[in-house]
């Protein structure tokens, strides 16, 4: 059966870029196979791991490497400042030369810096080695919701990045659980759970042109049309072949696409600068802030739960397993989001997210003593969940193309700031 009735192979304009983005945007289903969905989810799963496990080991980490007050942040404030230059760098390498080669060396480094956190001896080695992890960690995130932005159609994104975020939520609470006795085996503990996420180097196993290929978008407008249009036959392929439909002919992609606008014909030699004019540069802004006073509370909930916990009296086996029992509701928030995401406006999703942190901390605050910290402690994690998927999508959507990955990395990675200068 013929697949899809191309445009004339010398068409090379405006047009037969709006035909790759108009044959992605029709697509009744993913494209994406099982190994590929399996790459995307270990990459996403092994980001969040490193972000999250820093809190549990903390505590190990401390006696262990003999680390005072001052000591305990340099490690968390170098990842963040690391995260922030590597989402810029690596999201500048994804508009320049392709998504998955941004992609790819994120994990490369991820996998590297995990690696060397395990055999850190003192506080300037874990800093040196976490400030490597975050430069991969900068970009996995952003750069994966810019992805799958433009691998998906617009009306599936956020189910399909739901979909990973609940897979990943039940794999994290059973290593989370898993961790706790692996923490009893003294300086070992921590670090076999470090040494654990350099295991994200197995996703570059997928990292292929039918596994996981490059973004047609991105192939699209620097004039790799006959790549974008071969890699659009095989999305369409499973696709259809998914839902037992035929895929559209050329006229009905193109029908009511329009002439040419001046985002089509516009050339950007330095991705960034499309972000430095409008309409883009308040839309930057605008994401800029968001993640800004998002990753302000939430790393310091994040990296610091169990000394919370401590602090009210707990020893330090409860107050691990508190944390990890916290880090379970993200399960329910993803069930519904995967029901629900492309039904309710994402800016909905987000705002809930963010009230839902709000009231956590509050529960947290309040006196209540330790149910009060637990409950919040749900509240919270419940409120992270809720917004982050619908946040990535979100920031990714509202920028074109040419410029996503910077942006949606610059965002996303700036932000981080705010999780860097939140009190120790």
Known sequence: MELFVSAPATDVGPTSRREVIGRMDRLPASGIGALGFAALLICYMFANYDIGVIALALPAMIADLHLDTAEISLPITANL??????????????????RRPGLLLTVLTLAVGALLTAFSWNAASLAAFRFITGLGMGAMLSLGATYISELMPATQRGQFLSRIYLIQTVLLAAVGFASLPILQLGPIGWRSLFGFAALVIVAVLAFTDRRLPESPRWLADHAQLDRARRIVAELEARAYKRVDGAPPTYEEVTAGLGRSTAEDSEEVAFPTAALLRPPYLSR??????????????????????PLIFKALGETETNALLETVLGRVAPLLVFVFLFFFVERIQRR???FAGVGLIGLGLLLIISGLGTVGALIGSVVITAGISLAV?????????????????????IGDGIGHLGGAGHPY
């Open 348 to 350: 909905v999703l987000i």
């Open 284 to 305: 930057m802004l605008m994401v800029l802030g968001f993640w800004f006073l998002f990753y302000f509370p939430v790393y310091a909930f994040l990296s610091y739960t």
């Open 389 to 409: 998927a619908p946040a990535y999508i979100y920031t990714a959507e509202v920028f074109p193309t040419r410029a996503r990955a910077s942006a949606t990395a």
């Open 81 to 98: 400042l690391a995260y922030v230059i590597g989402a810029y760098v690596f999201g500048t390498v994804a508009d320049r030369v392709g």
